[in-house]
């Protein structure tokens, strides 16, 4: 059975991830020795996961350079793009290339994830969408449903889907409780403000 997976930003062939991308505390976001070594290193992750047979969205970046596209016919699976803002050749590039489909966004059918480069406006999410899947921040993470599937973040490897509703379904969760926190907080408060004005006290 064909399974689906998720993964984001690999920038092939882009010199910059290697020599000039940093972390928040300024080391190196991705350690090789070379611009090659990085390129090989992902088909590996990729193909180590990812069979013939399977789907894989690519949620953007594939390639800066026009070189790096080469890369998209080593990798296993039916691949479909989510433009990022590194995709900027024509959509027949990306088809020629070995991608089979390209958008500028998805949903997925049941699981209701919204898949697009940006991590969307919290707004878009509320009650239509059940998170977002999304690259483009490389080892930033945003709070609350969001799955952030940059290879810095996934071992350079592309993410089961089970996974991402899993972890989607977590953080559903913790804002649930969350928001039930805040509530019994605020309960708490009025009803203390209304025991204060009974004994007459002074707010």
């Keep these: 059975m064909a399974q689906m997976w998720i993964t984001s930003d690999q920038h092939f062939d882009h010199d910059a991830m290697v020599y000039t991308l940093t972390n928040a505390d300024g080391s190196p976001a991705r350690v090789f020795e070379s611009v090659d070594a990085m390129n090989e290193r992902m088909v590996e992750e990729w193909n180590a996961v990812v069979r013939p047979q399977d789907h894989v969205y690519c949620?953007?970046?594939?390639?800066?350079?026009?070189?790096?596209?080469?890369?998209?016919?080593?990798?296993?699976?039916?691949?479909?793009?989510?433009r990022g803002n590194h995709d900027l050749y024509k959509t027949k590039d990306y088809l020629n290339a070995g991608f089979e489909e390209i958008h500028g966004a998805r949903v997925l059918d049941g699981s209701k994830?919204?898949?697009?480069?940006?991590?969307?406006?919290?707004?878009?999410?509320?009650?239509?969408?059940?998170?977002?899947?999304?690259?483009?921040?490389?080892?930033?993470?945003?709070?609350?449903?969001?799955?952030?599937?940059?290879?810095?973040?996934?071992?350079?490897?592309?993410?089961?889907?089970?996974?991402?509703?899993?972890?989607?379904?977590?953080r559903r969760a913790e804002e649930v409780a969350a928001a039930l926190a805040a509530c019994q907080d605020l309960i708490a408060r009025r009803n203390q403000v209304e025991h204060d004005l009974m004994l007459g006290e002074p707010l």
Excluded: Q, W
């Excluded at 949620?59 to 080593?74: H, P, T």
């Design 59 to 82: 949620l953007g970046d594939i390639a800066l350079k026009r070189s790096g596209l080469r890369f998209v016919a080593r990798l296993h699976g039916h691949k479909r793009l989510v």
């Design 113 to 170: 994830i919204l898949l697009t480069h940006f991590p969307v406006h919290p707004s878009t999410l509320a009650h239509r969408f059940a998170g977002n899947a999304h690259g483009h921040t490389h080892h930033a993470v945003v709070a609350g449903r969001y799955v952030n599937v940059c290879v810095e973040r996934t071992n350079y490897r592309p993410v089961h889907v089970d996974d991402v509703v899993a972890l989607l379904k977590a």
